[in-house]
């Protein structure tokens, strides 16, 4: 309610009306004194203080209008503000995307001037003359590695940023290989353009025709084992750089990790080298051989991993070449390792000190995997023929006739552990073809290849084994289809499967070779292209180390992968059953398949500065996250099976004549008389 001050006119009242409605433009003050109808007018300033425009007042009046709004009100606008702050989060992914992909083109252009983030690409897109890949970086996640050493000691070489590390002298590499406008360059690889491209993922060959194979071959025959070998030169330009004489390579920081000390990259890689006729390495490495190798050091040693990559490479070297050097050394690792076998139940202990002589299970366990006491046959069966020295052969056979007679398999399928001091198996009731149990049925089969197909207690462990997988661990995916191989534990099927199970399609298209039934060799293409299609459907095309399948009716896809299995190893199993089935069938969708990967390979695990490193995400191309480490199994079988499948003279490394131990070094099959 207002009421008039006495003495005022109506026109003074007008006006105070008008100031008290607008204190911003004026306040009215009638002077009753004087002239009373006079009026006296004064700016609202900062004397009068009548307004103040500050923070807290606009505070007070926006909280005194909320105050107004009735409670209907109030909650119709939070429940609006909710409702926005919702649509927004579940809209965003689809304009994030919507918006990376229109300015997609303009990021690629802008490449080489601007820093990239974190994890980059190892190995971008194909890069052109004079733009500059984005660096790669050090992934700081740490995974296990089912293959590897247990621990690794690393020895830092150089110090520094590893950003500036590797991006270093990238320039001047891409000014050598963009001297040709007719390639593309992948930084170590040279690609014909028109070759890159090649290779539908669905493993269509459009060109079916006899002439036209014949065509496809000589045409893109020389560029791919070209391209094996420069990629082959990249890698041990990295390795001979920064771990040369140590085990294996750590690119991306330029340094090198030690497992056993002994040059497990260097020895791994001997027969890979004079395959792919690199004469020049090769001699290096043999200097290296002849001048620094010594096996009389007090070190650990893994009894499995020291005889198929060290002696298995010895052996392999020394019939390649003729050179009585590799044989000699693979004498001392042969006998060094002899110590393994001194147990009561003469199934040897995992570790040996080959400096000491002694040896022993791992700290935790009396246990040794069975995989790795059935995979060291091929090796010592062959020492024994080289030295006429009988004692490596009978160790490594009592080996097999006690696995042969125990209890506990499952259709002739093998627990994954057997007791080094009672030999019978442990932790029964788990049946893989994974990890620490593959190889044994690779070797079932290969030991009756090697010596002549006369010793049937192989093949026929080898047969009932593979019915068992028929019967107890094949199965089919949804939506497609795709036949794999699974496991059992304890009576309960799990669509689990092991890159490592890959290795089976190449056994059994092998087996088919050599008289074993047909249904082998229908068996290893449906599993061929099941292992194929664990590339294709992730997002690098490369594939991660363990998958699962999916069987429930209704499935939108075949494969998923835990986070915990997206690493990927540059593993060589695929691409070695690649070769087989090539080898067999010639049907040139296995050399296109190949040929994916190995520019996948190059793409992704490529590191500028040298070598290849493991990624810990197959399932994002953004940011794959390099692990900093090369295995030597990547020089010793992933690049070699490559280079041979791409290769078109089949009688070179023929398996009519080799057998491969199960670290691709070709061992002689045995001559009839012997």
């Not at 998923?560 to 070695?576: C, G, M």
Request: charge should be neutral; proline fraction near 5%; glycine fraction near 8%.
């Amino acid at each position: 309610m207002m009421t008039s001050r006495p003495g005022l006119s109506d026109s003074s009242v007008n006006v105070a009306l008008f100031g008290l409605i607008c204190p911003r433009c004026l306040v009215a003050d009638m002077q009753a004194a004087g002239r009373p109808d006079s009026v006296s007018i004064h700016l609202a300033g900062a004397q009068s203080g009548g307004y103040n425009n500050s923070k807290q007042r606009r505070r007070r009046s926006c909280w005194r209008r909320w105050k107004q709004l009735s409670r209907l009100q109030r909650s119709l606008l939070l429940f609006m503000l909710v409702l926005l702050s919702i649509c927004g989060m579940a809209s965003y992914p689809t304009v994030a995307k919507h918006l990376r992909s229109l300015t997609e083109g303009e990021q690629d252009t802008e490449r080489s001037v601007r820093l990239m983030p974190l994890n980059s690409h190892v190995l971008p897109e194909p890069v052109q003359q004079g733009r500059q890949p984005p660096p790669e970086q050090l992934s700081q996640r740490k995974l296990s590695n089912k293959r590897g050493p247990p621990v690794l000691q690393s020895r830092l070489q150089k110090k520094g940023n590893i950003s500036n590390i590797i991006s270093e002298d990238k320039a001047a590499e891409l000014r050598k290989e963009g001297e040709k406008d007719s390639v593309i360059s992948w930084r170590g690889a040279v690609i014909d353009a028109d070759q890159a491209t090649e290779g539908a993922k669905d493993g269509k060959n459009k060109e079916d025709s006899p002439d036209n194979q014949v065509k496809h071959s000589k045409e893109l025959e020389p560029s791919r084992v070209e391209a094996v070998q420069e990629a082959f030169r990249h890698a041990w330009k990295g390795y001979k750089d920064y771990a040369w004489g140590h085990d294996e390579l750590r690119p991306i920081s330029r340094s090198y990790s030690e497992w056993f000390g002994l040059g497990l990259t260097l020895i791994d890689a001997l027969d890979t080298m004079w395959i792919l006729g690199l004469k020049q390495e090769f001699e290096e490495a043999r200097a290296w051989v002849a001048t620094e190798l010594t096996f009389n050091k007090n070190v650990d040693v893994n009894l499995f991993e020291s005889t198929i990559r060290i002696l298995g490479g010895l052996l392999s070297t020394y019939h390649l070449t003729g050179d009585g050097l590799f044989l000699d050394k693979a004498k001392d690792i042969g006998s060094r390792l002899m110590p393994a076998f001194n147990t009561q139940s003469k199934i040897p202990y995992s570790d040996v000190n080959i400096g000491k002589g002694t040896a022993h299970p791992p700290r935790w366990t009396s246990d040794s995997t069975v995989a790795e006491v059935t995979s060291i046959q091929l090796e010592f069966r062959e020492l024994s023929r080289l030295t006429q020295e009988p004692q490596y052969q009978a160790a490594v056979a009592e080996v097999m006739n006690q696995v042969h007679k125990l209890d506990g398999k499952l259709d002739g399928l093998v627990p994954m552990f057997i007791n080094t001091n009672s030999g019978q198996f442990t932790h029964q009731g788990i049946y893989t073809l994974g990890a620490r149990a593959d190889s044994y049925y690779e070797y079932l089969l290969k030991q009756w290849i090697q010596g002549g197909k006369k010793e049937d207690q192989f093949l026929e462990d080898y047969l009932q084994a593979i019915e068992g997988v028929k019967k107890n661990l094949l199965q089919k995916s949804s939506p497609k289809g795709l036949v794999f191989v699974g496991e059992v534990s304890h009576g309960q099927f799990s669509p689990k499967m092991d890159h490592l199970v890959c290795f089976l399609p190449g056994t059994l298209a092998l087996g088919a070779h050599n008289g074993l039934p047909a249904d082998h060799m229908d068996l290893a293409k449906e599993l061929m292209q099941t292992c194929y299609q664990m590339y294709v459907q992730m997002e690098t095309g490369l594939s991660p180390e363990i998958v699962h399948f999916n069987m429930h009716q209704g499935s939108t896809r075949d494969i998923d992968v835990k986070p915990a299995d997206r690493h990927n190893l540059l593993r060589p199993e695929t691409v070695e059953s690649l070769f087989y089935l090539y080898r067999f069938t010639k049907d040139r969708k296995y050399q296109d398949w190949g040929w994916e990967i190995l520019l996948n390979f190059n793409k992704y695990t490529k590191v500028s500065s040298g070598g290849y490193t493991s990624i810990n995400n197959v399932c994002d191309p953004d940011y794959p996250g390099p692990r900093d480490k090369m295995e030597s199994f990547f020089l010793g079988e992933t690049l070699k099976y490559l280079y041979l499948l791409f290769s078109e003279d089949h009688d070179f490394i023929s398996l009519d004549k080799y057998v491969f131990n199960t670290e691709a070094h070709p061992l002689p099959i045995w001559p009839p008389t012997e």
